[in-house]
């Protein structure tokens, strides 16, 4: 079993950055392929990025593409999220999880363990 605590949220005005971490616990860290998902108030929990167990490999949402970019530190058990050129519709509850799937999905039942989230705001 493995925990998970996002941090690095906060608000931040549109055009600018923020990087989210998420801190995991217990030894088997890089057994696990990792993911970003985000929630917006009224709106599903939708997948945002996702990185393999070696960090070899990445998969993003085309609504992030080219902005966001997930990396992890298995050294550390850490998997960040570098957000940039934020938009006010990036608003929303991030979420880290971590699945035992072979390799990186968006699928949002095949992730095991869920941490809290962070908030992270856009203004205008």
């Known amino acids: 079993q493995v925990q998970l605590v996002e941090s690095g949220g906060g608000l931040v005005q549109a055009g600018g950055s923020l990087r989210l971490s998420c801190a995991a616990s217990?030894?088997?860290?890089?057994?696990?392929?990792m993911g970003w998902f985000r929630q917006a108030p009224g709106k599903e929990r939708e997948f945002v990025a996702a990185i393999s167990r070696s960090g070899g490999s990445t998969t993003y949402a085309d609504s992030v593409k080219g902005r966001f970019t997930i990396s992890r530190d298995n050294a550390k058990n850490t998997v960040y999220l570098q957000m940039n050129v934020l938009k006010p519709e990036d608003t929303a509850v991030y979420y880290c999880?971590?699945?035992?799937?072979?390799?990186?999905?968006?699928?949002?039942?095949?992730?095991?363990?869920w941490g809290q989230g962070t908030q992270v705001t856009v203004s205008s």
């Open positions: 999880a971590a699945t035992r799937w072979g390799v990186v999905t968006n699928t949002r039942g095949k992730y095991d363990y």
């Open positions: 217990g030894r088997t860290f890089s057994s696990y392929v």
